[in-house]
């Protein structure tokens, strides 16, 4: 039988709700941004996330249930992130969920923020099969996982200092493009050179397939302190860079994942055209098939929590109602610890 999974999103600077079915249908989403609270300090405020997820999550909620056409009742699960991310907002949306559980006699479904992003591509697209190579990469993870199976994640690599779209919302910071840094340095990188500046490509060509970005962008630091190129060849010239290890990283780790039936790529960064067109083409060179979840399921939202709850559901993974939310929290347990990895949840 079909069931219904309400999904809730709080881990970081976008609350959202949103009703998804067992059989991959998005009935209902909503999100509320919050750019417009944190853009005065060029950076997600936790303090000031927390208190605006509060204030918009009950009225989310209760829009996603309407547009559903569907009351608490009617749901046979509550999803909600449990972590990792900013504590103060993951503890508001994951209070709700248990308190909406509880008082609808329905089970919690505890997600990881991950999970909720590494099986968002099968919402999306019905013949996704396990094992897949999923590149994640978001504002506070780059990693590469093989995932096996719904809670079965083995993590084959991930960054040594910051994250790809740490480096993207920083490197907007430097060159004055504005909050969020993502899509503002895509859209500069189209009206700029890519071969204008000469960039470092950190970790490329070494073993193991980590990722590391703290050094391209103090390489953009000086590129932009030596006032000879414009911002938009500099935006160029960094995407270039971001993709090449991204590339060259995803590629290694091709290696290591020969049972893969699907290169996969999800999170914030996913959005990006220039490292979905380049994952296009290094999927078809191995005669893999490529995933890219639609935009909106990229960025952070609540249909990949419901979906992963969906799929947790149906696996007969439940949590009690005193299951903790965890700032921290890997979706490889026995991955061993990288240096500098996780600074940022
Ligand atoms: O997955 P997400 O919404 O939140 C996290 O869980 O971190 O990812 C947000 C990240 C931000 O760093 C943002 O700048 C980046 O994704 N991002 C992009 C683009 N759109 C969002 N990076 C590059 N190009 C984009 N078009
Ligand atoms: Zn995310």
């Known amino acids: 039988m079909t069931k219904l999974i309400l999904g809730l999103e709080s881990s ?7 009703i998804v079915t067992s059989d991959r249908r998005v009935l209902s989403h909503r999100l509320a941004g919050q750019e417009a ?4 300090y060029g950076g997600v405020v936790p303090e000031i996330a927390a208190r605006a997820h509060v204030e918009a999550l009950t009225p989310l909620v209760q829009g996603a249930l309407a547009d559903a056409g569907v009351t608490l009742a009617d749901v046979d699960a509550v999803a909600a992130t449990a972590g ?3 504590i103060g907002g993951v503890m508001v949306g994951l209070v709700t969920g248990k308190a909406l559980a509880h008082a609808a006699g329905k089970p919690l479904v505890a997600v990881n923020h991950l999970e909720g992003h590494a099986l968002s591509p099968r919402l999306a697209d019905p013949d996704l099969d396990f094992p897949y190579l999923l590149l994640l990469v978001s504002g506070g993870h780059c990693q590469l996982l093989l995932v096996e199976g719904v809670a079965r994640y083995r993590r084959l690599a991930t960054t040594i200092d910051d994250a790809a779209g740490e ?4 490197t907007a910071k430097i060159l004055g493009l504005g909050f969020p840094g993502g ?4 859209r500069a990188a189209a009206l700029g050179n890519p071969s204008a500046v000469p960039l470092p490509r950190p970790l490329k060509g070494s073993a193991e397939p980590h990722f590391s970005f703290a050094g391209l962008k103090s390489a953009v630091v000086r590129a932009h302190a030596a006032g000879t190129w414009s911002p938009e060849d500099i935006a160029a010239s960094f995407q270039a860079a971001v993709v090449d290890c991204l590339i060259d990283r995803t590629t290694r780790a091709l290696d290591r994942a020969e049972d893969a039936t699907a290169l996969v790529v999800a999170g914030g960064v996913a959005a990006n055209g220039a490292v ?10 191995n005669a893999l098939r490529f995933v890219a979840p639609p935009l909106w399921l990229c960025t952070d939202n609540a249909a990949m929590i419901a979906w992963a709850g969906a799929e947790r559901f149906a696996a007969g993974l439940t949590d009690p109602l005193d299951m903790p939310a965890r700032p921290r929290w890997p979706l490889d347990p026995s991955a061993e610890a990288v240096r500098g990895a996780g600074v940022k949840a």
Do not use: I, M, Y
């Not at 480096?167 to 920083?170: C, E, G």
């Not at 899509?183 to 895509?186: D, F, G, K, R």
């Open 167 to 170: 480096a993207f919302d920083k």
């Open 12 to 18: 970081c600077d976008e609350t959202a709700a949103a």
């Open 183 to 186: 899509p503002a340095v895509e």
């Open 37 to 40: 609270a944190h853009r005065p």
């Open 276 to 285: 979905r067109a380049s994952l296009q083409t290094l999927a078809s060179d």
């Open 84 to 86: 990792p991310g900013l």
